[in-house]
């Protein structure tokens, strides 16, 4: 890799931090303030809370009942599926034992994929490098995107271009690996939000 083109990829890592704390901001990660803006994201939080800790403690068979709407046994099924969210932040939770930092943690780490799954998106459509740096801006920070910022069942959408990604890989270069690659983070898109499931399956299937 070029002096060039690593100067430019610290470029793009630098803006798409700074934008992410900016528009994360609210969220007040690391304090006991937390804030989440005009959205609430309590349902989202609760749910989180209630996944990350029977993992943490190995109850699998409780991960989609929960304490609310009682007397209904399975109260989760009445919440959008956010189980790869969860999966990834488990490590946070099972150091901070706290979902607040785990929730900021999952939003703020969507942008920063979002903006590095659309980057390699449009370089393997063979767009050039600014290009490419403003579509995963745009991706990432659009305005209808920030209006859910704090619904994290609706910001999670950093699996769509990473599928889209390896899809096109597994056409250009006929390897079963890359249809293992996207099947996994279709996946893994599916199991964050069921909303944005269901309509990017039918963007794949067309």
Same mark, same amino acid.
Request: charged share 10%; proline share 3%.
């Given at each position: ?6 100067f430019f990829y ?8 700074l934008l992410?704390y900016?528009?994360?901001y609210p969220?007040d990660?690391?304090s006991g303030?937390y804030?989440?803006g005009?959205?609430?994201p309590?349902?989202g ?5 209630w +996944? ?8 699998f068979d +409780? ?9 209904l ?11 790869s969210?969860?999966l ?6 099972l150091?901070t034992?706290d979902p607040y930092?785990c929730?900021?943690?999952a939003?703020f780490?969507?942008h920063?994929l ?11 459509l ?5 290009a490419?740096?403003l579509?995963a801006?745009?991706?990432t920070?659009s305005g209808s995107?920030y209006a859910?910022?704090s619904?994290?069942?609706l910001a999670?959408? +950093? ?7 390896f899809?096109?890989k597994?056409?250009d270069?006929?390897?079963r690996i890359f249809l293992y ?6 996946l893994m ?5 069921a909303?944005h499931?269901i ?5 794949l299937?067309?």
């Amino acid at each position: 890799m070029s002096y060039k083109n690593t100067f430019f990829y610290g470029v793009w890592l630098l803006l798409t931090i700074l934008l992410a704390y900016w528009f994360t901001y609210p969220l007040d990660n690391f304090s006991g303030k937390y804030s989440f803006g005009a959205n609430d994201p309590t349902g989202g939080v609760w749910l989180l809370n209630w +996944q990350l800790t029977q993992l943490s403690s190995g109850n699998f068979d +409780q991960l989609f009942t929960g304490n609310s709407f009682y007397p209904l046994d399975r109260p989760v099924y009445f919440h959008d599926t956010i189980f790869s969210t969860v999966l990834l932040v488990l490590p946070v939770f099972l150091v901070t034992q706290d979902p607040y930092i785990c929730f900021g943690v999952a939003i703020f780490s969507s942008h920063i994929l979002s903006s590095l799954g659309m980057f390699l998106l449009a370089r393997q459509l063979k767009l050039d490098h600014l290009a490419a740096l403003l579509a995963a801006i745009i991706f990432t920070f659009s305005g209808s995107r920030y209006a859910f910022s704090s619904a994290i069942s609706l910001a999670i959408v +950093q699996w769509m271009p990473f599928t889209l990604f390896f899809v096109h890989k597994y056409f250009d270069k006929r390897r079963r690996i890359f249809l293992y690659w996207a099947s996994l983070f279709y996946l893994m898109q599916i199991t964050a939000t069921a909303y944005h499931g269901i309509f990017f399956s039918v963007v794949l299937l067309t």
